[in-house]
T-cell receptor
Framework: KNEVEQSPQNLTAQEGEFITINCSYSVGISALHWLQQHPGGGIVSLFMLSSGKKKHGRLIATINIQEKHSSLHITASHPRDSAVYIC??????????FGTGTRLTVIP | KAGVTQTPRYLIKTRGQQVTLSCSPISGHRSVSWYQQTPGQGLQFLFEYFSETQRNKGNFPGRFSGRQFSNSRSEMNVSTLELGDSALYLC????????????FGSGTRLTVV
């Protein structure tokens, strides 16, 4: 049983499209993180959320604590957005559980 | 400002050997956490060190251990290597711990043959 489920696993979009990646979790959390991993392994922390919504440039992250669900949206997608996006949840005991990631490919 | 530095970048070891990986955090960051990433299991949390003390630990066998020095640099050790230990090992540092955004290193890719 996975504490964190992401969908879709793979996503291909045309440049300019609006993209949504979903994350559902089954444990009580103190925070949820969205991470971006580019080929070669480098990981960047995009957002840390405990409620509501955050926006950074073309990226928007939302979380619904009651429904145990978070979404990552990318507006006006660009080929440089191609990466693996990983959802991670942090429990009150400060343990981290990761989703298996969503591989996004944006085609010019 | 220098990022999180992991050494070595690549490593090949033989089954049964042991290995030590190093992580130098961003200056001023006191928390260092370690993760294992494999194609099958994805990212998994190994442990977190804060001010030289292990604060959290994931669900890995005792062959996986770590430590943190007074300058916040951290090492991870895996003893009696198994083929399944082949993975990308990532460390991340943050000022206070997992409650804050953290910065990842580029990882050490370990291959066990």
């Amino acid at each position: 049983k996975n504490e964190v489920e992401q969908s879709p696993q793979n996503l291909t979009a045309q440049e300019g499209e609006f993209i949504t990646i979903n994350c559902s979790y089954s444990v009580g959390i103190s925070a949820l993180h969205w991470l971006q991993q580019h080929p070669g392994g480098g990981i960047v922390s995009l957002f840390m959320l405990s409620s509501g919504k955050k926006k950074h440039g073309r990226l928007i992250a939302t979380i619904n604590i009651q429904e145990k669900h978070s979404s990552l949206h990318i507006t006006a997608s660009h080929p440089r957005d191609s990466a693996v996006y990983i959802c991670a949840v942090q429990t009150g005991a400060n343990n981290l559980f990761f989703g298996t990631g969503t591989r996004l490919t944006v085609i010019p | 400002k220098a990022g999180v530095t992991q050494t070595p970048r690549y490593l090949i070891k033989t089954r049964g050997q042991q290995v030590t990986l190093s992580c130098s955090p961003i200056s001023g960051h006191r928390s260092v956490s370690w993760y294992q990433q494999t194609p099958g299991q994805g990212l998994q949390f190994l442990f977190e060190y804060f001010s030289e003390t292990q604060r959290n630990k994931g669900n890995f066998p005792g062959r996986f251990s770590g430590r943190q020095f007074s300058n916040s640099r951290s090492e991870m050790n895996v003893s009696t290597l198994e083929l399944g230990d082949s993975a990308l090992y990532l460390c991340a540092s943050s000022p206070e711990g997992a409650l804050y955004g953290y910065t990842f290193g580029s990882g050490t890719r370990l291959t066990v043959v």
